[in-house]
């Protein structure tokens, strides 16, 4: 029978331990983590997202500080609160919530973070030392991060001999986690929406990471029997069948027909998605720990 990974009870073992390492901080060094999250404008989606995010951090015991902007802020207005929040000690992780309004660039932004606060793992320093291999110094971004547990809930530690496809090569997921499985000993195969004969190329997959924001686009037979496969994308999709104007959100796996053929499957919604705010959290707790020079706890395993 196929294992379902579920993101709500591994998300809630992450905050678990979270909230362990954040007060034992506290308790030992007097250091109690702080997060800043920034929004820009009224995208209720991003609104939703970041209310989400400051009532899990002060959940967590945190210093939760949160900078709501108008809709008008200027690239130096929004860059001088970025400079503020580098600079305030009590702040140990900065968070700007993309995307940003039009007119807004966010590169230089995410890049202005300096890279011991930037819990989004988005800056170059980080995304430099997971290429290189050091996991350990830098802050690793949320969502793969994340995934990457939910792998070694069925593969442990080591997955020498495993063949993981990954599809899609962003640089805020496909990238970071191929990397991951890479450091893990698995062998890697990159693969995106150029690459030739895909579905070949994933039924040789023993574990399947797809993040290609295509509904359903992987289908039952492109999945080899037995495999692990990790579905992170979220999308919406119309639901006639509940009524006029109904929609439902699905993955990027077909869902029905993936799951008769894997050995474990993530679910959509309730799978990848909820790992991410759980890792922003270890993240912060991580930045706290180096920040005050004291060895930081480690996240990869629960």
Not at 187 to 209: E, F, G, K, P
Not at 280 to 288: G, I, Q, R, S
């Amino acid at each position: 029978m196929v294992r379902r990974i579920e993101g709500k009870s591994t998300a809630a073992a992450v905050i678990d331990k979270v909230k362990a390492e954040a007060a034992q901080l506290e308790r030992d060094h007097g250091v109690k983590p702080g997060l800043a999250v920034v929004i820009v404008g009224e995208d209720p989606a991003s609104q939703t997202y970041v209310a989400s995010k400051s009532r899990t951090a002060k959940e967590c015991g945190f210093h939760s500080v949160q900078h709501s902007l108008p809709e008008g802020t200027s690239q130096a207005e929004l860059a001088a609160l970025v400079d503020k929040l580098n600079a305030d000690p009590a702040i140990h992780g900065v968070l700007v919530q993309l995307p940003l309004p039009k007119g807004l660039d966010s590169e230089p932004i995410i890049q202005a973070i300096r890279p011991e606060k930037d819990v989004d793992g988005l800056h170059v320093v980080n995304a430099g030392k997971l290429a290189t291999g050091d996991l350990k110094t830098g802050l690793i971004s949320c969502t793969p991060a994340g995934a990457m547990i939910m792998v070694r809930m069925v593969h442990g530690q080591d997955l020498s001999g495993l063949h993981a496809v990954v599809v899609g090569r962003s640089n805020l997921f496909g990238k970071p986690m191929g990397q991951l499985l890479l450091n893990a000993n698995a062998t890697v195969t990159m693969a995106h929406s150029r690459t030739r004969d895909l579905a070949a190329i994933c039924q040789m997959a023993d574990i399947l990471v797809v993040a290609v924001g295509r509904p359903q686009m992987v289908r039952g037979d492109w999945v080899k029997p037995g495999a692990t496969v990790i579905d992170v994308g979220i999308n919406r999709i119309d639901a006639p069948e509940r009524g006029e104007g109904k929609t439902r959100l699905v993955g990027d796996v077909n869902y029905p027909e993936a799951e008769a053929v894997a050995g474990a499957i993530t679910p959509v919604p309730g799978g990848v998605g909820l790992m991410t705010i759980a890792m922003l959290m270890a993240n912060t707790v991580t930045a706290a720990y180096q920040q005050s020079a004291v060895p930081a706890p480690d996240f990869g395993t629960l």
